[in-house]
């Protein structure tokens, strides 16, 4: 089955400053990669997702980048701010079967 | 609109007793999927309805777990002759893709605690 390596496992950083988390699969069929958010206390949150056919999107200060050569991708958040604190998973999926990563827990220091 | 909904928010059980967890998706969403989380880990995938069938029930750990959806709405997570191992949060999440990879959406999970 698909295996995801998540890095860092976290990650803290002055406010204003850009954090970027990366990722790692093995299964080149996978076709589908999300990223979630979650805060304590609650589900995961979708906030940016990517496709096979794309190799970078962006919103707003989130961006993902995709390289399926290498099997990596990378999420960069920009101009962090304090309620960008939170644990976020990376995922893949060829089908409907999401694979997490193990999460990167970020603190953004005011 | 409304997001997914779970309930209840946290159960404690007694090892051995039989709980049920449910879970309302999205209205019109017809994937559900159910994850299991363990505390520091990212969520497992237990099983994945497409209507009122279980698409895949390969992520259920053993035979004491049974999921059913009747419906095609709401789904029932059954977890019977509980263990401690069995303590985690048991997230749903449900998908408007009738092709089955789609956008997935979370609900806030029920914790459940076997002591």
């Known amino acids: 089955g698909e295996n995801v390596e998540q890095h860092p496992s976290t990650l803290s950083v002055q406010e204003g400053d850009s954090a970027v988390i990366k990722c790692t699969y093995s299964?080149?069929?996978?076709?589908?990669f999300p990223w979630y958010k979650q805060e304590l206390g609650k589900g995961p949150q979708l906030i940016i997702d990517?496709?096979?056919?794309?190799g970078e999107k962006k919103d707003q200060r989130i961006a993902v980048t995709l390289n399926k050569t290498a099997k990596h991708f990378s999420l960069h958040i920009t101009e962090t701010q304090p309620e960008d604190s939170a644990v976020y998973f990376c995922?893949?999926?060829?089908?409907?079967?999401?694979?997490f990563g193990a999460g990167t827990t970020v603190t953004v220091r005011a | 609109g409304a997001g997914v909904s779970q309930t209840p928010s946290n159960k404690v059980t007694e090892k051995g007793k039989y709980v049920e967890l449910r879970c309302d998706p999205i209205?019109?969403?017809?994937?559900l999927y159910w994850y299991r989380q363990s505390l520091g880990q990212g969520p497992e995938f237990l099983i994945y309805?497409?209507?009122?069938?279980?698409?895949?029930d390969s992520g259920l750990p053993n035979d004491r777990f049974f999921a059913v959806r009747p419906e095609g709405s709401v789904s029932t997570l059954k977890i019977q002759r509980t263990e401690r191992g069995d303590s985690a949060v048991y997230l749903c999440?449900?998908?408007?893709?009738?092709?089955?990879?789609?956008?997935?959406?979370f609900g806030p999970g029920t914790r459940l605690t076997v002591t």
């Open positions: 999440a449900s998908s408007p893709s009738s092709g089955g990879q789609g956008e997935q959406y």
């Open positions: 309805f497409q209507g009122t069938g279980a698409a895949d």
């Open positions: 990517i496709r096979s056919n794309v």
């Open positions: 299964d080149s069929a996978s076709n589908y």
């Open positions: 209205s019109g969403h017809t994937a």
């Open positions: 995922a893949a999926s060829r089908e409907y079967k999401l694979s």
